[in-house]
């Protein structure tokens, strides 16, 4: 699957318009949490067919704001019209495991 990273609020409303559920994982470049989670929300969410994407909250501020993003990682479930499903703060596979679980279930 094509990791997608979109750097514009708009380019991720497009994205969730296109898929019942995505998971978002907001995060930074200097996040060391984000960087040691970051290959187990790829696998989990592989492994469950659900669509992974990757915001850099230094590059998509909007996203972050809209959001409410105010620690790293944050992740969030989205329907197709951006609304928020569920957000979990914390770099644990408890909160990604939650996470995934939620999603799957709206496919």
């Not at 469950?48 to 990682?73: C, F, H, I, Q, R």
Request: glycine letters at 6%; a positive charge; hydrophobic letters at 45%.
């Amino acid at each position: 699957m094509t990791e997608l990273k979109p750097q514009t609020l708009p380019a991720l409303l497009a994205i969730a318009s296109q898929h019942n559920a995505i998971v978002v994982d907001f995060y930074a470049n200097w996040c060391g949490p984000c960087k040691k989670i970051a290959p187990y929300v790829e696998k989990k969410c592989k492994e469950n067919g659900v669509v992974l994407v990757k915001v850099d909250v230094d590059v998509n501020g909007d996203a972050a704001t809209k959001y409410g993003v105010s620690a790293m990682p944050t992740f969030s479930v989205l329907d197709r019209k951006g609304d928020v499903i569920l957000t979990k703060v914390g770099g644990s596979e408890v909160v990604v495991n939650d996470i995934v679980a939620k999603a799957v279930s709206l496919k």
